[in-house]
């Protein structure tokens, strides 16, 4: 199984104790709309396990539940991640940060990659940038969704920097950039 960042985030959860698809949706941030195809894979690759209980309301409830193979990924197939290239969607970042440290990863590790996605974030802003000075766009909209797109990547950019700088501010040892 080549799990992606969701799919490894959903296993950590599940090794913290969460249980139902609404545990993440509620606690995590996880929609319904990405964590059942989420679940229907892990299920299917064998990484956690479906027990259906009937709740008070009568309704039938699906738990979750990691089974070895789930475990052994979620504690470690997030590590190969961190050292490649950050992934380009804003929430994997977050929640593969947010693996590494609740599995006690490096800081510096943890500090390395965040500056690693800032720099990509920034780069693909000055791209950005450049493309919307030299064509103009006929349709509104467009340049708008455009320079907005921009906006986000810096703004997404400054807060990943932060993140890193308030890690190197936690631990004197972690590596500066």
């Known amino acids: ?18 249980e139902t698809a609404y545990d ?3 606690n995590a941030g996880v929609s319904l709309g990405s964590s ?12 956690i ?15 979750f539940e990691l089974t070895a193979v789930g475990r052994k990924l979620a504690r470690g197939a997030w590590n190969s991640l961190m050292k490649n290239r950050p992934p380009g969607d804003f929430d994997s970042i977050l929640r ?18 965040l500056d690693a996605a800032s720099w990509e974030r920034r780069s693909s802003a000055r791209s950005g940038r450049a493309g919307f000075r030299e064509t103009r766009v006929s349709v ?5 969704r455009e320079a907005w797109d921009v906006s986000r ?18 631990t004197p040892k972690a590596t500066k950039r």
Do not use: C, W
């Not at 989420?38 to 690759?45: M, Q």
């Not at 396990?49 to 738990?63: F, M, P, Y």
């Not at 509104?140 to 708008?144: C, E």
């Open 1 to 18: 199984m080549n799990p992606s960042v969701l799919d490894l985030f959903i296993l950590s959860l599940f090794d913290r104790g969460f």
């Open 24 to 26: 993440l949706q509620r």
């Open 36 to 47: 059942v195809p989420a679940l229907r894979r892990l299920e299917a690759a064998g990484g």
């Open 49 to 63: 396990k479906r027990t259906a209980q009937v709740s008070s309301s009568k309704r039938l409830r699906h738990r």
């Open 96 to 113: 593969l940060v947010d693996v590494a440290q609740h599995y006690q990863a490096k800081a510096a590790d943890v500090v390395t990659f």
């Open 140 to 144: 509104g909209i467009m340049a708008n």
């Open 153 to 170: 990547m810096k703004a997404e950019a400054r807060f990943l920097t932060e993140l890193a700088k308030s890690l190197r501010q936690k």
